[in-house]
């Protein structure tokens, strides 16, 4: 039963590096030989695999970012032969192509694991009853989050897409014991508890499995723990790839181990691209070194991290991160799912049909959630002198982006030599 594997995650710093290493040539190698966006950019910067004796000497190797998926779109950037692929995964990209990613049966017997690990060090067990509720834009998350529970023998009751008071009814009906969700969508069921006049002791949750939004600094998680008689536990993973727990909280609640055996991490200043002093901030630079289908060479992730010095009580030898709010990209992460100007955008050309005459992007909050509020210039093509036409087409926008990126959005008009006037 995959829960903790001491020989893998004690390693001591020395053995760690060392199969890092062996795990970086291989992977390495194999992106060289099998993907020829991988083998252009390393020959462009006459880089020969073979050259990386060190884990320092992965610092000449180019960055991917999030652009190169678009780009290569659909299959570009696998590394297996589709027959070897099991599943497919697609998520937002930065322009109209999504982000696609595959998985080898090795590859899910990987993540398996690592959910379960993951799982497994918040005392999550096969005693336990675990809900999934996550945005739709997160579903592949859920897929991952099943497994994993699944694997370790808890009981699952799998990602549905159901409104606020449904969950809420299945977490008292169905004795839910373990909730993974976003803190934003659990602040809003806790909330919908206490308006319904339930007390938190007519429920069996003990644990919450924070997923997809940066740890709050005003203490939201600190406000669920108390209110809800439960504890908090926070997840660090990749809604486009490769998936969910990728690093995770121990029971000492000091920083997210990061899965070093499977991942390969740098902090780099942004501006600079070289890599921060201990313990600064920074944006986190990710390296495959299991991923057989798609893998990951110097994957800027656009999340800011600091890596958290000295050893952890509890005694796994994973390092420590502490993960921030702050972004080093443009990215909106709504309800935990990432967004970009430029992708948006397009996508309402696409669905206008011509180019919009001015655009602002703005996250706003009602109640507890975040949503996506466009404001939109106002021309020939959209205006109408009728009130219930313009209030049609308002809605009509709202719901096909909401369609297209798995989270609420809201349309308001606006004259379009305004935006100039406000610096938009």
């Known amino acids: 039963m995959p829960i903790r594997n001491p020989a893998v995650e004690c390693l001591d710093f020395e053995g760690r590096g060392q199969q890092q290493l062996e795990r970086l040539q291989s992977t390495l190698n194999r992106a060289y030989k099998n993907v020829p966006f991988y083998r252009n950019q390393l020959t462009e910067h006459r880089i020969d695999p073979l050259q990386i004796e ?29 027959r070897d ?57 859920g897929r991952e989050y099943k497994d994993g529970a699944e694997a370790i023998e808890a009981s699952v009751i799998p990602l549905t897409n159901l409104p606020p008071e449904k969950q809420l009814m299945i977490l008292k009906d169905y004795r839910t ?119 990951l060479i110097r994957y800027r992730t656009g999340d800011k991290v600091r890596w958290l010095e000295g050893p952890c009580p509890c005694g796994r030898t994973l390092r420590r991160m502490e993960w921030l709010r702050e972004r080093s990209d443009e990215a ?18 696409r669905i206008l049909g011509h180019e919009p005459q001015g655009t602002r992007f703005q996250i706003q909050r009602t109640g507890r959630r975040d949503h996506l509020v466009v404001w939109l210039g106002v021309d020939e093509l959209i205006f109408s002198d009728e009130i219930k036409e313009m209030e049609q087409t308002s809605l ?29």
Request: charged share 20%; hydrophobic share 45%.
């Open 54 to 82: 060190n884990l320092s000497d992965l610092a000449s190797v180019p960055f991917t970012d999030r652009s190169h998926f678009s780009e290569h779109y659909p299959y570009g950037l696998f590394a297996v032969p589709l």
């Open 85 to 141: 692929v099991v599943r497919i995964h697609t998520a937002q990209g930065t322009s109209l192509n999504p982000v696609v990613s595959g998985y080898t049966k090795q590859d899910l017997v990987v993540w398996r694991e690592l959910v379960a690990r993951a799982l497994a060090a918040a005392g999550v067990s096969g005693s336990d009853i675990l809900q999934i509720h996550l945005e739709v834009g997160l579903t592949n998350w």
């Open 177 to 295: 014991s373990v909730l993974v969700t976003t803190a934003s969508a659990a602040a809003e069921l806790m909330d919908l508890l206490f308006r319904s006049n339930l007390n938190p002791n007519e429920l069996a949750l003990k644990t919450l499995v924070l997923v997809g939004e940066a740890p709050d600094p005003g203490g939201l998680a600190a406000q669920l723990e108390e209110r809800l008689h439960v504890r908090a536990w926070t997840h660090y993973g990749l809604s486009e790839v490769p998936g969910p727990a990728l690093a995770f909280e121990c029971d000492e609640r000091s920083g997210l181990h990061l899965s070093e055996d499977h991942f390969l991490a740098e902090v780099i200043d942004p501006a600079g691209d070289v890599a921060v002093e201990p313990g600064m901030p920074g944006e986190l630079v990710l390296t495959t070194l299991t991923t057989r289908a798609f893998p």
């Open 332 to 349: 909106m992460v709504i309800r935990g799912v990432k967004v970009y100007p430029r992708q948006l955008k397009a996508l309402l050309q």
């Open 396 to 424: 009509r926008l709202g719901s096909e982006m909401a369609m297209e990126l798995g989270i609420p959005v809201r349309i308001q008009f606006k004259e379009p030599g305004s935006f100039e006037a406000d610096g938009s």
